[in-house]
């Protein structure tokens, strides 16, 4: 957070006023701007899905088959793509975050001007167009699709009932991205596609669960909003599965260890919620199904990943 003494960029929040604690004036000296401003943008690139999407994508690279610098380009090209996509969602979000009370985000907290973050994200997505095209121009295409997919999901698409799209087309554009770099640019397998689109909505019904009260007090009002968290909460196995369905049978050779944990995953993931939906708790949210979820998810990650070499 900003010392109290210095004024919030963004005017002041409305969400109700905490008292200022008393500090001693030796613990109040400000923390200087080198270190604060690289901190907070680390902190405001969402940093968990951009470390994720550049790992995934690189590693996909890598059993694709792609030589060590073109697997180096690759991780370059999406690392600034996630960096513009993540500093953007924060700098469109500060107001919303401000008025909502989120100390959580670095721009409405005020620990980084929304100017700052709109430099770094325009200044990332500047080195993401280059390096993607450096990959050959149909790649650097479906990876741009990416990008803009995020950042069209930024700049309004994710308070309409059509959030969830960008995360589909998106993600789904990734197995092209890696195919269509590789020698003779093969167009990616649709098995590939498929299971990639489906994990994008995944993904994004689990980022949005937590932050659905949150998010309609804001006035945002995508799919998952609308459809509330108990609906969200019995969907959120649906594309996991779906994309088990995918990468198990449907790539050439056999399905192998990983194949068969994820479906025993599946298996349990549903067992699991049936026997949480149908017990009597004093807790509200019981965390077995989602943990279980996310396990397959993982799994159908891995499992991309070791179907790399057929992907095109
Ligand atoms: C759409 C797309 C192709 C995304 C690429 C991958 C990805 C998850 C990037 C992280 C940035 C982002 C859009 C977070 C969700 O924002 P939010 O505003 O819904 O939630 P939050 O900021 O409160 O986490």
């Known amino acids: 957070m900003r010392p109290p003494d210095r004024p919030h960029p963004l005017g002041p929040s409305t969400a109700s006023p905490t008292p200022a604690p008393r500090v001693p004036a030796r613990a109040r000296r400000p923390v200087p701007a080198v270190v604060r401003v690289p901190a907070a943008l680390a902190r405001a690139c969402h940093p968990l899905p951009t470390v994720a999407v550049t790992v995934l994508v690189t590693a996909l690279a890598v059993t694709a088959g792609r030589s060590g610098p073109d697997c180096a380009v690759v991780a370059a090209a999406v690392l600034t793509g996630q960096l513009s996509v993540g500093w953007s969602n924060d700098a469109v979000d500060a107001r919303r975050d401000l008025r909502a009370g989120r100390a959580d985000k670095p721009v409405a907290s005020g620990a980084v001007s929304a100017r700052t973050a709109w430099v770094a994200a325009w200044s990332a997505l500047a080195l993401?167009?280059?390096?993607?095209?450096?990959?050959?121009?149909?790649?650097?295409?479906?990876?741009?699709?990416?990008?803009?997919?995020?950042?069209?999901y930024n700049l309004g698409v994710k308070a309409t009932v059509w959030s969830w799209l960008p995360y589909a087309a998106g993600f789904g554009a990734l197995p092209a991205f890696i195919a269509l770099g590789s020698p003779g640019h093969p167009p990616p397998a649709w098995w590939a596609v498929g299971a990639a689109a489906l994990l994008g909505v995944g993904a994004h019904l689990a980022d949005a669960l937590p932050d659905i009260d949150e998010d309609l007090r804001a006035g945002v009002r995508g799919g998952p909003q609308r459809i509330g968290p108990t609906g969200v909460r019995l969907l959120l196995p649906l594309p996991p599965a779906a994309a088990t369905a995918l990468l198990v049978p449907v790539p050439p050779g056999p399905?192998?260890?990983?194949?068969?944990?994820?479906?025993?995953?599946?298996?349990?993931?549903?067992?699991?919620?049936?026997?949480?939906?149908?017990r009597r708790t004093d807790r509200p949210r019981p965390r077995g199904p989602f943990v279980a979820v996310v396990a397959v998810a993982a799994a159908d990650v891995a499992l991309l990943v070791a179907r790399g070499a057929s992907i095109a």
Do not use: K, N, Y
Not at 258 to 270: P, S, T
């Open 255 to 278: 399905e192998g260890v990983l194949g068969r944990v994820a479906v025993a995953l599946v298996v349990g993931a549903v067992l699991g919620g049936a026997v949480a939906a149908g």
């Open 128 to 152: 993401c167009v280059p390096l993607s095209l450096v990959c050959g121009a149909l790649a650097g295409a479906a990876h741009l699709v990416f990008v803009a997919a995020g950042w069209a």
